[in-house]
Every structure is written in structure tokens, then in C-alpha cells.
């Protein structure tokens, strides 16, 4: 089975074409064509995604990227209705209505954050091609309750999948997600728009500075940070108090322009490592409360090297009989690749209850019912 998926959520543009097939021991998924245009570029200088840009830009590249496409047999339309930026997922939805009637395919409606979630578990070979294409991947014997870390630049949510594709909300954030807090440090660091792998970066280097004479994890060094709703009794977070708190730091510092190279790659560390405890306890938390036998991030922050190893390391210390599934790097972020998975999985395994002809696109579509 063939489906061609849409993606227009955020700031990237995407295309996709993946055939699926259901095997005895589970499904088997190859990407045929995999088109992707970030405007990242074009938002940094607002230093976020600007939302009437990001719509003018999807509906300028949608038909560009299409081209490669339109020739192709396929026998179903994804697109991806929420969350996200309304203005953009309208593009992307209406477009993808239009090909559909023009092409008499069933149209489904997928959830951005679904297509995070199954394409972490899918574990993907990838043959170091251009654009993805070639790249193969493998769904088999996941042990369910799967327990699914979300975290994104919108989004920080814990979701247990006790049966497939049915999720419940186990915790979120209170305030800022994540690769929000990520994006608004690198900002007052002076980093470039998207902010995550460049705080992370920083963060790195801090670490391999020998003797660490300024990443402080002593209790009182000038960048020791909290851990926000680190002790609470649930397993939501927030990350507004965090930012907050580095802001201070660097201002009793002396602001950013005083500051050494050396100084401000501590300042990225301790931020990083703060968010990683506050997620490395919650995880914890999250699976002792679940009882999941299968732990997998997703979204485009499970792209942070940190974060990946340190999750990984503590989860397997602490439940060693929970798999940890991490996802592929290259389709981490935003992408159409993992709509079109989504999308298949539904359609093979039978769950293809999600088809509809007349739908709306839904910024704060929820994952979890
Ligand atoms: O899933 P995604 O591509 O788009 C949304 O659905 O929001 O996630 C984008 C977010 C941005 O905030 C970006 O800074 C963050 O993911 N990000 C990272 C890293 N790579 C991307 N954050 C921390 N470390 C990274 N290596
Ligand atoms: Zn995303």
C-alpha cells in the first residue's frame, strides 16, 4: 500500500511518499519520495515561526514540491490536521483535499503528534541517501503499554498507548514546551533561530572542557538553575520558570555581553541539564505509574544528544525489562515521512478509522481524545 502524505504543521514544508506492508512478524515501511523545505531561514529573524509567513510560504512551495509527485499511484491521502499553526495547516489540508477529489483517494486525517509517536517506534535503517529516500523501516513486536515522551517546540507530553492508537494523557506541561524553553535561551544567548542543537552544542562543549571550571553543578555556582515541578506527585512539568530563571542568571552576571564564550556554554549546560533531570524524574515517575513496557521519545527536541543518552542510560538502570525505542535522527523534526507512517500503520493494521472527505484543520488538536 502507497500513501502520499502532506505535512504544513510549522515552519517546514513536506511531501512524502511511503509503501507499507503488513509481514507475519509486523509491518515493513520504504520511503519512495521525500520532499522537505524548511523556512527555518525565513523565521529566524522574528526569532520564532511567524504564522502568516509560514501560510504564504506553504502555499508558494506546496504546488513546487508536488511536481515530483504528481504522476504517482497511490491509494491513500494523509495530511496532517492539528495541531500546529492553524493558517498552515489550512494549506495543507485544503491541498491535500484538492488532490484527493482530483485523484479519488480516500483522505485521512492524521494527528502531527501521532505521526512523532509511531515513527519513533518504527525502527528505520537509513542508507545515507539524499532526502531520506531508500530508507526502510521496521514495526514489530512492541510491547504494549507503550509510554511515549513528546517533545516538541509546542508541545511536552507524556501519552500512554495502552492499545494501538488509542493514547491517554499521563502529564504535559503547565506553561512552555520544551523546544520552547530551548528556543527562547538560545535567543537571550544570542543563539539563531531554531535554538535547540545550537544550546545543545554549547552544552556539549561545556562538558568537555577538562576541569569544567565554570559549568557549575555545585549547589551554589552562578548558574545553577532550578528543576522546576521536579518533586511534584504527577508527571506534568513546566519550563516558563526555567527560562525565567536564566534570564536572572545572566542579568546578575552582567548580561550576555560580559560574558566569556566559556562562560555562556555553562550557562547552556546547566540549562540542559536541568531539563533533563526534570524529564529523566518524570519518566521514571511516568513509568512507575503506568507499569509501560515500552518507553520511546519522539518530536523534535528527541533529537538532543543529552537527552537521548541520559534518558536511555536511567531507564535502563532503573526498569531494565522496559525497551527504549529512540527515534531515527533525520526525521526527528517536522516531516511528511512520518504522516505517510502513521497514516499506513492505521491502514494495514485496520484502524483506518480516522478516513474522512470533510474535515477541518484543528490548531490544538489534542492526541489523547
Ligand atoms: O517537532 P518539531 O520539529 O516541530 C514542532 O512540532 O514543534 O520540534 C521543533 C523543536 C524546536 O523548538 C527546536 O529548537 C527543537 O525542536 N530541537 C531541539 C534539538 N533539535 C531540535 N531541542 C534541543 N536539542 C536539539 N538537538
Ligand atoms: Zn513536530
Not at 189 to 202: D, K
Not at 272 to 289: C, G, I, M, Y
Amino acid at each position: 500500500m502507497k500513501i502520499l502524505a502532506i505535512e504544513t504543521s510549522c515552519d517546514e514544508t513536506g511531501i512524502a511518499l511511503v509503501e507499507g506492508h503488513k509481514t507475519p512478524a509486523g509491518f515493513t515501511f520504504v520511503v519512495l519520495k521525500n520532499a522537505l523545505l524548511s523556512q527555518a531561514a525565513l523565521h529566524a529573524e522574528f526569532g520564532g515561526v511567524y504564522p502568516n509567513l509560514a501560510k504564504r510560504e506553504h502555499e508558494k512551495n506546496l504546488p513546487i514540491l508536488f511536481k515530483e509527485f504528481e504522476n504517482e499511484e497511490v491509494d491513500a491521502i494523509a495530511v496532517t490536521r492539528g495541531p500546529g499553526l492553524e493558517p498552515a495547516l489550512w494549506t495543507g489540508v485544503g491541498f491535500a483535499k484538492k488532490i484527493a477529489a482530483q485523484w479519488h483517494k480516500p483522505l485521512l486525517p492524521m494527528n502531527h503528534m501521532e505521526g512523532h509517536l509511531i515513527s519513533s517506534l518504527i525502527t528505520h535503517t537509513h542508507p545515507n541517501k539524499l532526502e531520506n529516500v531508500g530508507m526502510s523501516g521496521e514495526l514489530h513486536d512492541v510491547a504494549l503499554p507503550v509510554l511515549a515522551l513528546l517533545i516538541s517546540g509546542g508541545h511536552t507530553e507524556f501519552i500512554l498507548m495502552k492499545e494501538w492508537f488509542k493514547y491517554e494523557m499521563v502529564g504535559e506541561t503547565q506553561d512552555d514546551a520544551v523546544g520552547e524553553a530551548f528556543d527562547k535561551v538560545a535567543r537571550m544567548l544570542a543563539l539563531p533561530y531554531p535554538g535547540g542543537p545550537e544550546v545543545s552544542r554549547l552544552a556539549a562543549h561545556a562538558r568537555s572542557i577538562k576541569d569544567r571550571p565554570l559549568y557549575s553543578d555545585a549547589k551554589d555556582g552562578p548558574w545553577k538553575l532550578p528543576r522546576p515541578m521536579l518533586n511534584t506527585n504527577n508527571c506534568d512539568t513546566s519550563f516558563s520558570g526555567l527560562k525565567t530563571a536564566v534570564l536572572y542568571a545572566l542579568r546578575d552576571q552582567g548580561g550576555i555581553q560580559k560574558l566569556s564564550a566559556d562562560e555562556i556554554a555553562a550557562c547552556a549546560g546547566e540549562f540542559e541539564d536541568a531539563v533533563t533531570d526534570v524529564l529523566v524524574a518524570k519518566t521514571k515517575r511516568a513509568l512507575d505509574e503506568t507499569g509501560a513496557k515500552t518507553f520511546v521519545i519522539g518530536g523534535g527536541v528527541a533529537a538532543n544528544t543529552h537527552l537521548r543518552t541520559t534518558l536511555t542510560a536511567e531507564v535502563q538502570k532503573e526498569f531494565p525489562d522496559v525497551s527504549v525505542q529512540l527515534p531515527e535522527l533525520s526525521i526527528t523534526g517536522d516531516n511528511a515521512i512520518m504522516i505517510a507512517e502513521a497514516a499506513l500503520l492505521r491502514r494495514l493494521s485496520l484502524h483506518d478509522d480516522a478516513t474522512e472527505e470533510d474535515f477541518r484543520a484543528v490548531g490544538n488538536l489534542s492526541i489523547a481524545g
